[in-house]
């Protein structure tokens, strides 16, 4: 039986994703082809026997137009012969990435392959795509009647439904920022990051996103952010608990992971991190949108014969505080199980590199901790989510 296993997994630092940002400069095809350069030159793999480069990102206009894996292989000086794809599963597309390289070398249809995402939110602002137009058409607007709702008003339904106060949303928004905090002052994220060279020469190595600082008590004066009229009427449940600081942080970043058919590791001599063990990837009701990765847990659990407390990492992106916190509620793991070093509300959410980042993330702390097998899932647009099971070799 084939099987498929990650060689190496690398991140840019995470940018703040707004004009002056420490990527902000940086076109998004030269910062994803920096971190495809520091996977190649990590491993000492020839390029030219990359099979395929699957590349997530979210919005795809304007610098992030024209098939940017393809376009970032070019950059980098890479073989003309080596094509590329572009993956848009809103903010699980480069997991979805992930899931295809993996399974297109168990089907045997490529023996090394790259994944993974980029999206620069300074240079192309989130929803640059829909260009003032009703991305969902009439019949789903009428199914859906009055209409579907912006995430934030999302967040605000799932905290309501779990009955998740303000203040425990905000403990765990500075919890995320203290533990990120904590394992980038031990070094943890040097085995992660490639430093990136931007415009004017300046080399960036270290997480911008992450305030050390943060406390309860400051996100506490932080106003709701999504209060809509309309959506309070419709929903008189929602408390308006949701704020920028218990939300994840517009971002710039690139993320990259080299897939191979463990056969071809073992020939080439290059020691696999972790193996891949399951997949799964389902809906759930559009309207709440951020809850299917609760029924993908279970989904994948099964695929994998494993139990919930088989997992030594659980990562769940941070996209909004309620949505981790829903999940722990249904899936009672430890706290320290889940993201341990932090996330997207300290490290950002760059959409379409967010899933290899978090990948990325969760293979170098098994590694650190000795942990056997990682779980991530994560909220995607239209109510799916991806759910992964990697073990640690």
């Known amino acids: ?59 795809q206009a304007a610098d992030q137009s024209v098939t940017p894996g393809r376009m970032a292989w070019l950059a980098a000086g890479f073989p003309e012969h080596v094509p590329a794809t572009t993956i848009d599963r809103r903010c ?39 260009m003032g137009r009703d991305p969902y058409g009439p019949s789903v607007t009428e199914r859906y009647a009055p209409g579907l709702v912006s995430q934030g008003v999302a967040a605000e339904l799932v905290a309501a439904k779990w009955a998740l106060e303000r203040e425990t949303l905000d403990a765990y928004s500075a919890r995320s920022h203290h533990r990120a905090a904590a394992a980038a002052d031990a070094g943890h994220f040097r085995d992660e990051i490639v430093p990136i060279t931007v415009p004017g020469g300046t080399v960036v190595d270290r997480d911008e996103t992450i305030r050390p600082g943060t406390t309860t008590e400051r996100l506490a004066g932080l106003k709701p952010s999504f209060q809509d009229e309309e959506a309070a009427r419709r929903f008189p449940e929602i408390g308006w608990r949701v704020t920028a600081g218990n939300s994840s942080q517009i971002t710039d970043g690139a993320s990259a992971v080299l897939v191979m058919s463990e056969e071809r590791a073992e020939r080439l001599g290059l020691t696999p991190l972790a193996r891949f063990h399951a997949f799964s990837v389902c809906g759930d009701d559009p309207v709440t949108m951020l809850t299917a990765p609760i029924p993908a847990t279970a989904m994948v659990l099964e695929r994998a014969g494993l139990d919930l407390a088989d997992i030594d990492h659980a990562e769940v992106n941070e996209a909004f505080a309620p949505v981790p916190l829903a999940w722990q509620a249904e899936y009672p793991v430890a706290d320290e199980v889940l993201n341990p070093v932090g996330g997207a509300i300290a490290l950002g959410h760059p959409l379409g590199a967010s899933g290899s980042r978090l990948f990325t993330s969760m293979l170098w702390n098994l590694r650190r901790t000795g942990g056997r097998w990682g779980l991530q899932t994560m909220c995607e647009a239209g109510g799916m989510a991806n759910a992964t099971i990697v073990e640690r070799l």
């Open 1 to 59: 039986m084939r099987t498929a296993v990650v060689v190496d997994a690398v991140r840019s630092p995470m940018g703040k994703g707004k004009p002056g940002g420490a990527l902000s400069e940086l076109h998004a095809v030269e910062l994803l082809a920096q971190v495809l350069a520091g996977l190649v030159n990590r491993t000492g793999i020839d390029p030219g026997t990359v099979e395929d480069v699957i590349v997530g990102c979210v919005s």
């Open 92 to 130: 699980g597309s480069s997991q979805q990435a992930l899931h295809f390289a993996a399974q297109g070398v168990l089907a045997g249809a490529y023996d090394v392959v790259v994944a993974g995402g980029v999206e620069s939110m300074s240079r192309v602002p989130m929803g640059s795509a829909r």
